[in-house]
C-alpha cells in the first residue's frame, strides 16, 4: 500500500511503514460506524413517524422477526472480529522490531526528551534517524507517566517509570516536491522533520513555553537520509548556541541549555514572574539559601554544580525533592552555570 506523504482531511501525513496500514483500518471502522449510524438513526427516525400515536389507533405488538433478529445479532459479530482480528496482526508486527534495527535510548521527565543515539551521542528534545531503517526507541521515565506519540509515524507507546518499554518505526521517503530545496547543501541534510508529543498528562507546568509542562513536552524527530545519519554520528553539528553554531559565550550557551534541558518548567528566570515549583534564579546568586535540613549555604558555583548533580543533597526549604538528575557534560555544566550566575544580578 502506497504512503500518502501529505495531511489529508482527517489524517496527517503518512510517514512511516505502519502508516498506510494503520489508516485502513481506522478509515474501515469510520465508515462501518457511519453506516451503523446512520442506519440506526435513521430506523428510530422511521419508526417514530410510522408508529406514532394517532386517534382512533390502538396500538398493538409489533410481533418479531425471527431471522431478522438473528442477522442483527450475529451479523455485527463478524465485524468485529474482522476488527479484532486485523488490529491485533498490526499490533504483533509493531511489537517486534527487527533484529537489525537501529537502537535509540529515550528517557523521559518533566517535561524533556532526552535521547542516546547508539554511538553515545546525545540530543534534547530532538533525534536524528535514518530513512527506510527500522528504529527502535528503548524508552524510561525519571519522575511519572508519560506517553511517546509520533501522529506521522502512527506510533504511541506509554513510559512507565521503574520499568522499560519499547517502539518501534520506520520512516518512508516524503515525495520528491515536499522535500527542502537546501536539503543537499544544509549540513544536518534533514529531509523533514515530524512532531513528538505526550499524550499522557504527566502534570501541569507552572509556565507557558516548550518543555515547560505537559502540554508543551515537546520533541522533533529529524529524518535523514542513512549516510547523513552515519555521518551526523561520526561528526555531529555543533551544538549549544542558540543558532547551532559554536561562536557564543558560556551564558549564551547556558540560556540555550536551560531551554533544551527544561529548566524553565520549575525555575523562574524572569524577574517578578510566578513563583514555580522550584526556587527562583533572578537575584538568588551569592545569596543565603536556608535548606530543608535547617542548614544555609550560600548560593555559588559550588552549590548549583552540586544541587545538578545530586539534587536531593541540598534541598531548598520549602520545595519538595522533585527534580531529576540531568545529564551534563563538563562544558555544559560551566555554561549552564554562568547562565545561573548572570541571573543573579537581575
Known amino acids: 500500500m502506497e504512503n500518502q506523504t501529505e495531511p489529508s482531511l482527517q489524517l496527517p501525513a503518512q510517514l512511516s511503514t505502519f502508516a498506510p496500514d494503520v489508516d485502513w483500518l481506522f478509515q474501515f471502522i469510520f465508515w462501518v460506524s457511519v453506516v451503523f449510524f446512520v442506519g440506526i438513526v435513521g430506523s428510530t427516525l422511521y419508526f417514530l413517524v410510522k408508529y406514532r400515536r394517532r386517534p382512533g389507533v390502538k396500538a398493538e405488538p409489533t410481533g418479531h422477526h425471527n431471522a431478522l433478529e438473528l442477522f442483527w445479532t450475529f451479523s455485527p459479530l463478524v465485524i468485529l472480529f474482522l476488527m479484532f ?3 491485533w496482526a498490526g499490533f504483533m508486527q509493531m511489537a517486534e522490531a527487527p533484529d537489525d534495527a537501529v537502537i535509540i535510548r529515550v528517557r523521559a521527565r518533566q517535561w524533556a526528551w532526552g535521547f542516546e543515539q547508539p554511538n553515545g551521542l546525545t540530543e534534547d528534545n530532538e533525534v536524528h534517524v535514518p530513512v527506510g531503517v527500522p528504529v527502535r526507541l528503548v524508552m524510561s521515565s ?4 508519560h506517553s511517546f506519540y509520533v501522529p506521522d509515524f502512527r506510533v504511541k507507546r506509554d513510559v512507565v517509570p521503574g520499568m522499560f518499554t519499547s517502539l518501534w518505526f520506520q520512516a518512508v521517503e516524503r515525495d520528491p516536491g515536499s522535500v527542502p530545496d537546501d536539503a543537499e547543501t544544509d ?12 499524550a499522557e498528562y504527566c502534570g501541569a507546568g507552572g509556565a507557558w513555553g516548550p518543555n515547560n509542562g505537559h502540554a508543551t513536552m515537546y520533541a522533533l524527530v529529524h529524518v535523514q537520509r542513512e549516510q547523513d545519519y552515519r555521518a551526523f554520528l561520526s561528526t555531529p553539528r555543533p551544538i549549544g548556541c542558540p543558532d547551532g553554531g559554536t561562536e557564543c559565550t558560556d551564558e549564551q550557551h547556558g540560556e540555550f541549555l536551560f531551554g ?15 513563583q514555580l515549583a522550584g526556587p527562583s534564579f533572578p537575584g538568588l546568586y551569592g545569596t543565603q539559601q536556608a535548606l530543608a535540613d535547617g542548614s544555609s549555604v550560600t548560593v555559588d558555583d559550588d552549590f548549583i554544580r552540586q544541587s545538578i548533580l545530586d539534587p536531593r543533597s541540598q534541598v531548598a526549604q520549602g520545595f519538595s525533592p522533585v527534580m531529576p538528575q540531568i545529564p551534563l557534560t563538563q562544558p555544559e555544566m560551566n555554561a549552564l552555570i554562568a547562565y545561573i550566575r548572570s541571573l543573579g544580578n537581575q
Do not use: E, F, M
Open 85 to 87: 482480528y486485523w488490529g
Open 142 to 145: 525519571t519522575d511519572v507517566l
Open 187 to 198: 549540513p544536518n541534510r534533514i529531509l523533514y522533520t515530524s512532531q513528538v508529543y505526550c
Open 260 to 274: 533544551a534541558k527544561g529548566c524553565g518548567a520549575c525555575h523562574q528566570r524572569q524577574a517578578g514572574g510566578p
